[in-house]
């Protein structure tokens, strides 16, 4: 009952600080600095913290083969995900749409860790994960409706972000790098720093974040409860329940991130949105509950 309830705490984390990240993306549209350029100092910002966190605490020495692994894992859950998002966002990807498209991570998370980790599911979390995807197409339906405004290839690249972040959370599950949480921080958030540095500078010379108070509201947002918040929790969750539990809670973002919006932003939720936040909520947890009866079973058998 105890590790039920510390794994619920944990997938709860996860689901509103992976929310918050499409909070901290509408912030930094309203700030004067740069959308990229304040990502590439938000994820400089996060590195310096948790390099120091590193050096003060008492953490075992790392291996480069660990080191390199987790900078991998890095580069593709934090760099690729968000650099495919933002370049779909630019190209004129509306956000629901983006969000329709990332949303459907857990199918192919999913069947990957079906043929690559050898995760067995039981049919009751295929059909769990169904449900949850149809809650939130009905979501984002209106959104969908009404995209059109980008070219037709700018929608493989919220597909090439969902790529990015199986691979990522795959490549976590099947060689963990042993390392602990401040050094495997250090190591994730120095790699998307050179992602979005590169990203920045492509585009001509890097700005400074300057001193307007909803710029550095915005970062304080994005590095505590986006970068530590969501790739701590996405980090250790992958490390106890496993890349399939933890693409399911995904399908719960965009419904959260809904009601955020409503409560922030005022923006007026429909009924058919309500009705897609119901069956997203009914699809997860009938595949939570699924693998986890599965898991008790396999684990009597032995």
């Known amino acids: 009952m105890r590790n039920l309830s510390l794994n619920v705490a944990l997938m709860t984390g996860f689901v509103i600080c992976w929310s918050s990240g499409f909070i901290g993306s509408r912030l930094a549209s309203q700030a004067p600095l740069p959308a990229m350029d304040m990502f590439a100092w938000r994820f400089v910002i996060a590195t310096s913290i948790a390099a120091l966190w590193w050096a003060l605490s008492r953490q075992r020495s790392v291996t480069l083969s660990g080191w390199l692994r987790e900078m991998?894992?890095?580069?593709l859950t934090m760099g690729g995900y968000l650099l495919f998002v933002m370049l779909a966002v630019g190209e004129g990807v509306s956000a629901g749409s983006t969000a329709l498209i990332t949303a459907q991570q857990p199918l192919l998370a999913a069947l990957l860790a079906t043929l690559w980790l050898r995760e067995q599911m039981p049919i009751a979390s295929w059909i769990g994960m169904?449900?949850?995807?149809?809650?939130?197409?009905?979501?984002?339906?209106g959104d969908w409706q009404g995209a059109g405004s980008a070219s037709g290839w700018a929608y493989a690249l919220p597909l090439l972000s969902v790529i990015s972040v199986t691979l990522g959370s795959l490549l976590a599950t099947r060689r963990p790098s042993g390392l602990g949480m401040p050094a495997t921080l250090t190591a994730q958030l120095g790699a998307a720093s050179l992602v979005f540095l590169t990203a920045a500078f492509s585009d001509g010379q890097l700005a400074p974040p300057g001193s307007e108070l909803i710029t550095w509201q915005t970062m304080g947002w994005l590095v505590v409860l986006s970068s530590f918040g969501g790739y701590g929790f996405l980090t250790a969750c992958l490390r106890r329940v496993g890349v399939t539990a933890v693409s399911s809670a995904i399908y719960l973002t965009p419904p959260v991130t809904l009601l955020w919006t409503a409560w922030m932003f005022d923006e007026r939720?429909?009924?058919l949105q309500l009705g897609g936040m119901a069956l997203a909520l009914l699809g997860v947890a009938i595949a939570l509950i699924a693998q986890q009866r599965f898991r008790h079973i396999g684990d009597w058998a032995h």
Do not use: N, Y
Request: charged share 5%.
């Open 269 to 271: 939720i429909d009924t």
């Open 130 to 141: 169904a449900i949850a995807a149809s809650g939130v197409a009905l979501c984002v339906a």
């Open 72 to 75: 991998s894992v890095g580069a």
